[in-house]
C-alpha cells in the first residue's frame, strides 16, 4: 500500500508553523494511541503512521526534502545516503528520475568518477525509539537491537571460499564501468555483470555464508544513553554503528529519533508539564491546599506529589504555576515548571440534608458573590429583550 501524504495524515496544510504541527500530532496521538484503545491493531497502525509523519514534518531538513522530493526525500532506501548530513543519497534522487545513467552523470561520477571496486563506506542507518515522558524526564540507559550488515565471519568480507580467487570482469575488463554511445552522446553507467566491482567469482568460489556478497544481516544490540530532557522529535547520532562498509570501508553512522509516547497525565509544552486536577467544589470556593501529580528525579517512596494552594474564589481553568517542577533543559541545570489547571468538581449523589444546606446556601448568596452569573444574565435579559421588544406588549 502506498504511503500516504505526511500533511493528509496529519490533517495540516502544507504551510503550516511548527507549533501548530506539534498541536496537531498531539491530539492526534492522544486519540489513536492503543493503550486508550484496548490495544487495537488499527490504532496502533494509526499511531505509527502518525509517529511516522510527524518525525519527518518536525524536522527542517527532513520537512525541507520531503518538500522538494516526497517520500523518496527522506526514505533514502532506508538509510541516509551515506552522506551523513541529508536522508538520501543525491545520485540516487537523480536515478530514480532520469534512470542511473543520468544519475552517475549528475552525481559526478560519469567520466572519470571514482571507480567502485575501492573501499566504500557503510550506509548511514535510522532507528525509531518509543520512550516515556518519564524516560524523557530522568533521562535513560536503553539497549536496543539494530538490524545493520556486518563482514561475513567465514570470508572476512571478500566473499569468496577460501583459497579461491576472483577474475577479473571481461565485460568492464575490471573498470567496473562500461560505456554506450547513443547518437552523439556517450553515457558510462556501472557495469551490470560485476556491480561495479571490477571483478567476479565463479558461482562454485563463491562463500557459503553470504552467497559471495561478503556481508550478512545481523541484528546488533547496543547501549543508547537517552539524555535527560529529551523532546520529541529529537535525533541522537552514534557514530560508525550505521552498516559495515565495503572492501574495508568504514561503517556508516546510526540515527537514532526518538518519539515520546503520550501520557496520560501530564502534556510537554517546551519545558513546562501541564495537568489538570479536580478540586472539590467547598476547596475551591473557601481556598486551601490540595496535591498535584508531578515527575522528579529523586526519589519519592511513591509519593511524588506537589502541593498546590488554591486560592478562595477560584474557578474551573484557573492555572497555579509551581517553579522548577518542569521538564530538565537538554543542555543545561533550568527546569521548566509544572502548570496546574484547577477543575471544579460539583457533588453528585447528594443526601436530603445535604442538598437542605446547598439551598440554603444558595437562598443567601448575593450577587456580588457569584459576579460571573450575574454579569451573564443582564447581559441575557438585553439580549432577549433586544429580539422580542417589537412583539413586547407595551
Same mark, same amino acid.
Given at each position: 500500500?502506498?504511503?500516504?501524504?505526511?500533511?493528509? %495524515?496529519?490533517? +495540516?496544510?502544507?504551510?503550516?508553523?511548527?507549533?501548530?504541527?506539534?498541536?496537531?500530532?498531539?491530539?492526534?496521538?492522544?486519540?489513536?494511541?492503543? &493503550?486508550?484503545? =484496548?490495544? $487495537?491493531?488499527?490504532?496502533?497502525?494509526?499511531?505509527?503512521?502518525?509517529?511516522?509523519?510527524?518525525?519527518?514534518?518536525?524536522?527542517?531538513?527532513?520537512?525541507?526534502?520531503?518538500?522538494?522530493?516526497?517520500?523518496?526525500?527522506?526514505?533514502?532506501?532506508? *538509510?541516509?545516503?551515506?552522506?551523513?548530513?541529508?536522508?538520501?543519497?543525491?545520485?540516487?534522487?537523480? /536515478?530514480?528520475?532520469? *534512470?542511473?545513467?543520468?544519475?552517475?552523470?549528475?552525481?559526478?561520477?560519469?567520466?572519470?568518477?571514482?571507480?567502485?571496486? @575501492?573501499?566504500?563506506?557503510?550506509? &548511514?542507518? #535510522?532507528?525509531?525509539?518509543?520512550?516515556?515522558?518519564?524516560?524523557?524526564?530522568?533521562? /535513560?540507559?536503553?539497549?536496543?537491537?539494530?538490524?545493520?550488515?556486518?563482514?561475513?565471519?567465514?570470508?572476512? *568480507?571478500? *566473499?569468496? #571460499?577460501?583459497?579461491?580467487?576472483?577474475?577479473?570482469? $571481461?565485460?568492464?575488463?575490471?573498470?567496473?564501468? %562500461?560505456?554506450?554511445?547513443?547518437?552523439?552522446?556517450?553515457?558510462?553507467?556501472?557495469?551490470?555483470?560485476?556491480?561495479?566491482?571490477?571483478?567476479?567469482?565463479?558461482?562454485?568460489?563463491?562463500?557459503? =555464508?553470504?552467497?559471495?556478497?561478503?556481508?550478512?544481516?545481523?541484528?546488533?544490540?547496543?547501549?543508547? !544513553?537517552?539524555?535527560?530532557? +529529551?523532546?520529541?522529535?529529537?535525533?541522537?547520532?552514534?557514530? @560508525?554503528? @550505521?552498516?559495515?562498509?565495503?572492501?574495508?570501508?568504514?561503517?556508516?553512522?546510526?540515527?537514532?529519533?526518538?518519539?515520546?509516547?503520550?501520557?496520560?497525565?501530564?502534556?510537554? &509544552?517546551?519545558?513546562?508539564?501541564?495537568?489538570?486536577?479536580?478540586?472539590?467544589?467547598?476547596?475551591?470556593?473557601?481556598?486551601?491546599?490540595?496535591?498535584?501529580?508531578?515527575?522528579?528525579?529523586?526519589?519519592?517512596?511513591?509519593?511524588?506529589?506537589?502541593? +498546590?494552594?488554591?486560592?478562595? @474564589?477560584?474557578?474551573?481553568?484557573?492555572? +497555579?504555576?509551581?517553579? =522548577?517542577?518542569?521538564?530538565?533543559?537538554?543542555?543545561?541545570?533550568?527546569?521548566?515548571?509544572? %502548570?496546574?489547571?484547577?477543575?471544579?468538581?460539583?457533588?453528585?449523589?447528594?443526601?436530603?440534608?445535604? !442538598?437542605?444546606?446547598?439551598?440554603?446556601?444558595?437562598?443567601?448568596?448575593?450577587?456580588?458573590?457569584?459576579?460571573?452569573?450575574?454579569?451573564?444574565?443582564?447581559?441575557?435579559?438585553?439580549?432577549?429583550?433586544?429580539?422580542?421588544?417589537?412583539?413586547?406588549?407595551?
Amino acid at each position: 500500500m502506498a504511503t500516504r501524504d505526511y500533511y493528509e %495524515v496529519l490533517g +495540516v496544510e502544507r504551510t503550516i508553523d511548527a507549533a501548530g504541527l506539534k498541536s496537531a500530532y498531539h491530539k492526534l496521538a492522544m486519540l489513536h494511541h492503543p &493503550d486508550r484503545n =484496548g490495544g $487495537s491493531e488499527d490504532s496502533m497502525a494509526r499511531f505509527k503512521e502518525i509517529s511516522a509523519a510527524y518525525s519527518v514534518l518536525s524536522d527542517e531538513q527532513k520537512r525541507a526534502a520531503y518538500d522538494r522530493f516526497g517520500h523518496d526525500g527522506v526514505n533514502g532506501g532506508g *538509510g541516509f545516503g551515506g552522506q551523513g548530513q541529508g536522508f538520501t543519497d543525491v545520485n540516487d534522487i537523480f /536515478s530514480q528520475v532520469f *534512470g542511473d545513467a543520468f544519475g552517475d552523470v549528475f552525481g559526478g561520477r560519469a567520466g572519470g568518477g571514482a571507480r567502485q571496486n @575501492g573501499p566504500r563506506r557503510g550506509s &548511514d542507518l #535510522r532507528y525509531d525509539l518509543e520512550i516515556t515522558l518519564e524516560q524523557a524526564y530522568k533521562g /535513560s540507559d536503553v539497549e536496543i537491537a539494530v538490524p545493520t550488515t556486518a563482514a561475513c565471519e567465514t570470508c572476512e *568480507g571478500t *566473499g569468496a #571460499r577460501k583459497g579461491a580467487k576472483a577474475t577479473t570482469c $571481461s565485460t568492464c575488463q575490471g573498470a567496473g564501468r %562500461v560505456r554506450s554511445a547513443n547518437g552523439f552522446f556517450q553515457v558510462e553507467r556501472t557495469c551490470p555483470h560485476c556491480g561495479g566491482q571490477g571483478s567476479r567469482l565463479a558461482a562454485a568460489d563463491t562463500c557459503t =555464508g553470504c552467497a559471495g556478497h561478503g556481508q550478512v544481516r545481523k541484528n546488533r544490540k547496543l547501549q543508547l !544513553k537517552i539524555p535527560a530532557g +529529551v523532546d520529541d522529535g529529537s535525533r541522537i547520532r552514534l557514530s @560508525g554503528e @550505521g552498516d559495515a562498509g565495503t572492501r574495508g570501508g568504514p561503517r556508516g553512522d546510526l540515527y537514532v529519533f526518538i518519539s515520546v509516547t503520550p501520557h496520560e497525565l501530564f502534556e510537554r &509544552d517546551n519545558l513546562d508539564l501541564l495537568v489538570t486536577v479536580p478540586v472539590p467544589m467547598t476547596t475551591a470556593a473557601l481556598g486551601g491546599e490540595i496535591e498535584a501529580p508531578c515527575l522528579t528525579s529523586e526519589a519519592c517512596d511513591g509519593r511524588c506529589r506537589a502541593p +498546590v494552594n488554591v486560592p478562595a @474564589g477560584s474557578q474551573t481553568g484557573k492555572t +497555579v504555576r509551581i517553579k =522548577g517542577k518542569g521538564m530538565p533543559h537538554l543542555n543545561g541545570k533550568n527546569r521548566g515548571d509544572l %502548570v496546574v489547571e484547577l477543575f471544579v468538581e460539583t457533588p453528585t449523589d447528594l443526601t436530603a440534608q445535604q !442538598k437542605a444546606l446547598l439551598q440554603e446556601l444558595a437562598a443567601s448568596l448575593g450577587e456580588s458573590q457569584t459576579p460571573r452569573n450575574s454579569s451573564f444574565t443582564g447581559k441575557a435579559k438585553r439580549f432577549w429583550a433586544d429580539i422580542l421588544g417589537s412583539d413586547t406588549p407595551q
